[in-house]
T-cell receptor, first 112, second 111 residues
């Protein structure tokens, strides 16, 4: 059974049109991460939540925002997608820092 | 800055051989390391982890070795199978709630 669920698996959006990707978890984990992964590259951490505390990476563009309304759900908002934002977006959870992170299957975003 | 890197981008092996994938890290404060396997179009899948107070950990067909002196870890896969073909990432928990990934190594297993 899937424990970290990302919807949709594939998302096509228009250049400049806001888009939201969602992630839900059934593990009741404290930490939720969002990563961006471009082709043949390693996942790059955008930000994460520890409970309700938001931690942004210094080099994450302002175009990327996140919301975590409750323990189970976390959203990635891209306010004005550019062509360079086309990538796989991965959500992960972990019980705590220093613990195994469980990944969802990702959402592949295409910007047209 | 923090960085975790891999020495070889692609490793090709024959089925049945043992595979060794290497990873170098630079943050001496890192205390937890994970190896992930990622198949095409899927999210990373946990393989094995190791904490900094250990130098070796074994799982089913996999072994991770950690050498803190030279900031190096490796993943050994015994009797490699075609189903092992994937990209392998090492990831480093830096202690600042971050899980940082290395570059990745593509493992190709031929019958």
């Amino acid at each position: 059974d899937a424990m970290v669920i990302q919807n949709p698996r594939y998302q096509v959006t228009q250049f400049g049109k806001p888009v939201t990707l969602s992630c839900s978890q059934t593990l009741n984990h404290n930490v939720m991460y969002w990563y961006q992964q471009k082709s043949s590259q390693a996942p790059k951490l955008l930000f994460h939540y520890y409970d309700k505390d938001f931690n942004n990476e210094a080099d994450t563009p302002d175009n990327f925002q996140s919301r975590r309304p409750n323990t189970s759900f976390c959203f990635l908002d891209i306010r004005s997608p550019g062509l360079g934002d086309a990538a796989m977006y991965l959500c992960a959870t972990s019980r705590d820092t220093g613990a195994e992170a469980f990944f969802g299957q990702g959402t592949r975003l295409t910007v047209v | 800055g923090e960085s975790v890197g891999l020495h070889l981008p692609t490793l090709s092996v024959q089925e049945g051989d043992n595979s060794i994938i290497n990873c170098a890290y630079s943050n001496s404060a890192s205390d937890y390391f994970i190896w992930y396997k990622q198949e095409s179009g899927k999210g990373p899948q946990f393989i094995i982890d190791i904490r900094s107070n250990m130098d070796k950990r074994q799982g089913q067909r996999v072994t991770v070795l950690l050498n803190k002196t030279v900031k190096h870890l490796s993943l050994q896969i015994a009797a490699t199978q075609p189903g092992d073909s994937a990209v392998y990432f090492c990831a480093e928990n830096t202690g600042f709630q971050k899980l940082v990934f290395g570059t990745g190594t593509r493992l190709l297993v031929s019958p």
